[in-house]
């Protein structure tokens, strides 16, 4: 499975709604879909599994939607520490697939 | 607290070899899969190979496959990735990460990574 992310980047002011798309090759199975953010020196964050579950201590602007092959991450209003980049990952066999990743940059 | 520290990366020529580890503590070990991801400079993640609690069930990224071995021993809690043949385009920092679950079902997603070692494959 090839994951396309996009935009590749997204230009936004704090407080504005970002919403990154994420696209499979093929049907992701049970929806085995997550979402990562990374900040620049920083290790990537789990923020998304299941499509839709947030991660332990992921607030709730962050949200995650979709099936099959469209998957979207939702940030509601962004915060200024939400500037950064964000993958998705489809999980559950080998190989595990990242997409290329959208950065959220301030406007 | 979970922590996972890698270590070994280095400098090293093409061709030759180069061991990492991956110190694990805060959990279980033994119950859980682990993975190495690799980040080449400014580029985007890309997973290299997973392990699942027992070493039952691996999985490796077509890039690495015949080259590179991930292996853990639970007694230490700790996992490895033996990389062999190394090439330029290994040159990545490679992180070392913990899956949700113990991997024997297949993967689940990684909530805990470490920090990284660097490894840079150059003459």
């Known amino acids: 499975i090839v994951l396309t992310q996009f935009p590749g980047t997204l230009s936004l002011s704090p407080g504005e709604r970002a919403t990154l798309s994420c696209r499979a090759s093929?049907?992701?199975?049970?929806?085995?879909l997550a979402w990562y953010q990374q900040k620049p020196g920083q290790a990537p964050r789990l923020l998304i599994y299941y499509a839709t579950s947030r991660a332990t201590g992921i607030p709730d602007r962050f949200s995650g939607s979709g099936s099959g092959t469209d998957f979207t991450l939702t940030i509601s209003r962004l915060e200024p520490e939400d500037f950064a980049m964000y993958y998705c990952q489809q999980y559950g066999s080998s190989p595990v697939p990242f997409g290329g990743g959208t950065k959220v940059e301030i406007k | 607290e979970v922590q996972l520290v890698e270590s070994g990366g280095g400098l090293v020529q093409p061709g030759r070899s180069l061991r990492l580890s991956c110190a694990a503590s805060?959990?279980?070990?033994?119950?859980?899969?682990m993975h190495w991801v690799r980040q080449a400079p400014g580029k985007g993640l890309e997973w290299v190979a997973g392990?699942?609690?027992?070493?039952?069930?691996?999985g490796y990224a077509d890039s690495v496959k015949g080259r590179f071995t991930i292996s853990r021993d639970n007694a230490k809690n700790s996992v490895y990735l033996q990389m062999n043949s190394l090439r330029a385009e290994d040159t990545a920092l490679y992180y070392c990460?913990?899956?949700?679950?113990?991997?024997?079902?297949?993967?689940?997603?990684?909530?805990?990574w470490g920090q990284g070692t660097l490894v840079t494959v150059s003459s």
């Open positions: 805060g959990f279980t070990f033994d119950d859980y899969a």
């Open positions: 990460a913990k899956d949700r679950g113990g991997g024997s079902s297949g993967w689940t997603p990684f909530h805990y």
């Open positions: 093929q049907s992701v199975a049970s929806s085995y």
């Open positions: 392990i699942s609690w027992n070493g039952g069930s691996i």
